[in-house]
């Protein structure tokens, strides 16, 4: 027999048959296992079902998750993710090869993302997304303020409170985002091109409060970094406590320890404003006097120089006439004075009204409910307990 000689065989399975026999060993001993990788090729079909690969250094494997699995994981899956799934291996006979059925998505380990974390900050420092000359400077006196974080957290509880104490005037605008969990990424880098694109305020917070290497983790996926980079307002990342630092802290134009100090970083303090404004209207008429009494004295010099006194006898016939124009000048001086003295009084009263504990001080009260003024009959629950607050003190209330 040559060597290309077959020998016949009763027993030569079918494509089919070899296919089968694979499938039932793939799929009776690979069920209910975890993979962890990075996603890529993310595409979500018309009906719902997400096919992507999920990937290392090495290999790659086809993932599929049906529709009804990812309405009960609430997720939004895009590229570049780091993650762990869950499910089956499924043979797919017609085209010869073998998938994963998943049913569950989780973040990665801490190792992992510490390695990640290293591998993305080392990548967007060497395209030089962290130099200075890239970021924004923040406005002295914003008028609009945007923040992306979630409405349920105590983050935004944090900066509401302290804009409101530090920077009535402003108003600020809220987009809520998931930040923790695979959905949270692309939620932020939505609220982020939102206020990008719109233009809507001057200057805008993102962050949430602390937590491990994983609840922090959605800011420091690249697309969040790109997304502060590219953006046309100035952007305050707070993502954390003071120990945590985010890759979005590096490419943000500031970075607060905090939620509250991000708040603090974006406004001034109105007092300070007042105090300020009262210093000037204190030194405008401090150098105003001073020039006046300059003048005069320059005035009484020049009468007893001897220059003056060789031509006394040829100016007194204008003495009258510099009095009349000395009394001009403390006329239109004392007009100036009164007309800053009454645009300086303008401005006090202004700031003034829109002091938020002003009512307080005339002995109005304020109905506080869970940890927030109620301003309207709507907003207040008569089943729950609550407090009045006076300018000196505050009273609970049980219902």
């Not at 952007?235 to 970075?255: L, Y």
Request: net charge negative; charged share 25%; proline share 4%.
């Amino acid at each position: 027999m040559s060597d290309k000689q077959i020998p016949f065989l009763f027993d030569i399975p079918t494509v089919s048959q070899l296919t089968d026999k694979i499938k039932t060993l793939l799929e009776q001993n690979f069920v209910d296992i975890l993979v962890e990788g990075e996603t890529s090729n993310v595409k979500q079909s018309r009906n719902g079902h997400y096919y992507f690969t999920l990937k290392d250094a090495d290999a790659s494997l086809p993932c599929v998750i049906w529709r009804s699995t990812a309405q009960r994981l609430d997720i939004n899956l895009t590229d570049g993710q780091h993650i762990v799934v869950g499910g089956d291996l499924q043979v797919y006979p017609p085209h010869g090869r073998y998938q994963m059925m998943v049913s569950l998505v989780q973040q990665a380990g801490i190792g992992k993302l510490q390695q990640a974390f290293e591998k993305l900050k080392a990548k967007l420092k060497a395209e030089g997304l962290f130099e200075d000359h890239h970021k924004k400077p923040l406005p002295k006196f914003p008028e609009h303020i945007g923040v992306v974080t979630s409405a349920t957290g105590a983050a935004f509880q944090d900066i509401r409170s302290t804009l409101e104490k530090r920077w009535p005037l402003a108003d600020f605008k809220l987009y809520h985002a998931s930040v923790q969990g695979v959905n949270a990424a692309p939620e932020i880098v939505k609220g982020i091109e939102y206020f990008s694109l719109t233009k809507n305020v001057d200057v805008l917070i993102i962050g949430r409060g602390g937590g491990s290497l994983e609840d922090l983790w959605p800011f420091n996926e690249e697309a969040v970094a790109r997304a502060v980079f590219a953006s046309e307002v100035p952007i305050i990342s707070a993502v954390g406590h003071e120990v945590d630092f985010s890759i979005s802290d590096f490419v943000a134009d500031g970075r607060a320890a905090t939620p509250t100090q991000a708040a603090v970083m974006a406004v001034p303090d109105i007092n300070e404003i007042r105090f300020l404004v009262e210093d000037y209207t204190r030194k405008l008429e401090t150098h105003t006097t001073g020039a006046i009494d300059l003048y005069k004295d320059r005035v009484q010099n020049l009468a007893k120089s001897h220059a003056l006194q060789v031509v006394k006898q040829k100016i007194q016939s204008a003495e009258s006439k510099i009095g009349a124009l000395h009394q001009s000048l403390n006329h239109q001086v004392q007009n100036l004075l009164r007309n800053r003295k009454e645009q300086l009084t303008g401005l006090h009263h202004l700031l003034d009204k829109n002091n938020p504990n002003e009512p307080l001080e005339k002995g109005f009260t304020r109905v506080w409910q869970d940890g927030k003024w109620i301003r309207t009959s709507h907003s207040f629950s008569e089943s729950s307990a609550f407090e009045l607050e006076w300018k000196d003190q505050k009273v609970g209330i049980e219902n």
